[in-house]
């Protein structure tokens, strides 16, 4: 995780650099059996790596769509933005969810693959690497839904 967040880091600093929006999500859960992101806890924050600018916005979610509730296509209609660059956690929940939702809303969607991350799934049983996790979603998300770009690539597109 921690590089993924680096690399999330050179990709918000190119952003800064350039005066390029900058937007973070933060999660909250809502949940009433939630374990994570809940209100108030260290689980909730986002990451000191990427820490927001007080001139940023920060969208608050509460499910893994970012759309969902949040007031954030209103927000990108009237900053006139069509190109979202995303990276974040976790690659299988709220990065696949928000990417799909973005390009149904008609967004071009580019996905920075080293700078997200993700965890160790369980199905059947059967235990599925983090690292496996997170390609087989980088590799249905690009071409369909969006490019999946690494970091490099990514700034020689600039």
Avoid at 34 to 62: C, D, H, Q, Y
Avoid at 69 to 91: F, K, P, Q, R, Y
Avoid at 118 to 127: G, P, Q
Wanted: charged share 20%; glycine share 4%.
């Amino acid at each position: 995780m921690n590089s993924a967040a680096d690399k999330a880091k050179e990709l918000l600093s190119i952003f800064r650099k350039n005066n390029w929006p900058v937007l973070h999500v933060r999660h909250l859960s809502i949940r009433a059996n939630a374990t994570f992101f809940i209100p108030e806890t260290i689980g909730s924050e986002i990451n000191e790596t990427v820490r927001p600018l007080e001139t940023e916005t920060v969208v608050i979610k509460n499910y893994p769509n970012i759309f969902r509730n949040t007031g954030l296509n209103d927000l990108l209609h009237s900053l006139e933005i069509t190109n979202l660059v995303i990276c974040g956690a976790m690659s299988h929940m709220c990065i696949d969810t928000s990417v799909r939702a973005a390009f149904d809303l008609g967004y071009n969607c580019t996905v920075i693959s080293d700078a997200c991350a993700t965890r160790d799934l369980v199905f059947n049983n059967e235990k599925v690497d983090a690292a496996k996790v997170h390609l087989s979603f980088m590799a249905a998300l690009n071409g369909t839904f969006g490019k999946v770009l690494n970091i490099d690539q990514f700034k020689s597109s600039l």
